[in-house]
């Protein structure tokens, strides 16, 4: 595992958490970096990636309340998770890698971390 998640954690309906994810330099300077989640039960879904030079694009069921950003001082990306909802509740994966016009597709990354738990209540 060459990315380090971290910040998941319990929350209530409408409340917010800070992700990050570090990754070695050669890695963070090279590769888009993006986010997934794993719900039980269902398949790892895209949640966003942030380009070398920011750029950002988000999945239409997080868009508007969550924000990529990349720290680039300290090799992270964070992912701000605001106004969750119970259907937010997931094991979050930080990823590197991703091809042109594939980035939604988890096959495209050549790094993950190990995941980190939200858990939103009602």
């Known amino acids: 595992v060459q990315l380090q998640a971290s910040g998941g954690g319990s929350v209530q309906d409408g409340g917010s958490l800070r992700l990050s994810c570090a990754a070695p330099?050669?890695?963070?300077?090279?590769?888009?970096m993006a986010w997934f989640r794993e719900a039980a039960g269902k398949e790892r879904e895209f949640v966003g990636r942030i380009g070398l030079r920011g750029s950002t694009y988000y999945a239409d069921s997080v868009k508007g309340r969550f924000t990529i950003s990349r720290e680039n001082a300290k090799n992270t990306v964070h992912l701000q998770l605001n106004n969750l909802r119970p259907e937010d509740t997931a094991v979050y994966f930080c990823?590197?890698?991703?091809?042109?016009?594939?980035?939604?597709?988890?096959?495209?990354?050549?790094?993950w971390g190990q995941g980190t738990q939200v858990t939103v209540s009602s």
């Open positions: 330099g050669h890695i963070f300077s090279n590769y888009v």
């Open positions: 990823a590197a890698g991703g091809e042109f016009g594939l980035m939604e597709v988890t096959s495209t990354y050549h790094y």
